[in-house]
C-alpha cells in the first residue's frame, strides 16, 4: 500500500517536529545517491558541511553504511571533529538510524540543541523512516504523480524558497 503526497508530507512534519534542531533522511541510497533526500537542518550547516567537504569525514554517514539500526552521535567516532562543528551550529546532540532491506538502505541523522533524544523518541523516529523506507521502497507502486511531488517535496524541505 502506498502513502499519498500528504501523508508523506505529515510524516515528514513529525520528524520536524520531534527534531527541532533539524534532520537529513536519505531514502533508498545506491552508491553515493538516494532516490529521496529530505533535510531541514538550517542552512547555514547545509552550506558549510557542503563548502568543507564534510561528507566525506562525517561519522553520522560512515556509520550508516557500516550499520543498521541506531546510535546517539555522542556515541560515535568522530576523528575529524564534524560533530563538534554540527554544535557549533546547534546541533549538540542526536541520534542515526539505518535500515536495510534486500539491497536496499536508507538513514536518517535528527538532532536538537537542548537535550539528547529518550529512548521512546528514538523508536518513534525510527519507525517513522522505516515507514518511509518501505513505502518509497518500490516506485512502480507510487504512482507518477506522487514520485514527482516526493522530489519536489525533497528540493523544498531541503532547500525552503526554491
Not at 533539524?22 to 550547516?45: C, D, M, N, P, R
Not at 555522542?74 to 542526536?94: C, N, R, T
Request: net charge negative; charged share 25%.
Amino acid at each position: 500500500m502506498s502513502q499519498t503526497q500528504l501523508e508523506f508530507s505529515e510524516t515528514l512534519g513529525e520528524l520536524r517536529e520531534m527534531a527541532p534542531a533539524g534532520y537529513a533522511v536519505g531514502l533508498h541510497i545506491q552508491y553515493t545517491s538516494t532516490k529521496f533526500l529530505f533535510q531541514t537542518y538550517e542552512k547555514k550547516w547545509l552550506d558549510y558541511y557542503s563548502k568543507n567537504g564534510l561528507v566525506m569525514s562525517d561519522p553520522i554517514v560512515a556509520w550508516c553504511f557500516e550499520n543498521t539500526g541506531t546510535s546517539r552521535w555522542s556515541e560515535l567516532d568522530d576523528p575529524a571533529g564534524v560533530m563538534e562543528k554540527a554544535a557549533e551550529h546547534g546541533m549538540k546532540y542526536g541520534v542515526v538510524f539505518a535500515t536495510e532491506t534486500g539491497e536496499t538502505r536508507s538513514m536518517a541523522g535528527f538532532s536538537r540543541n537542548d537535550r539528547e533524544f529518550t529512548d521512546e523518541e528514538i523508536e518513534k523516529m525510527c519507525a517513522i523512516v522505516e515507514r518511509l523506507h518501505v513505502g518509497t521502497a518500490d516506485q512502480a507502486q507510487l504512482d507518477a504523480k506522487t514520485v514527482q511531488q516526493l522530489k519536489n517535496m525533497s528540493i523544498f524541505v531541503t532547500h525552503p524558497g526554491s
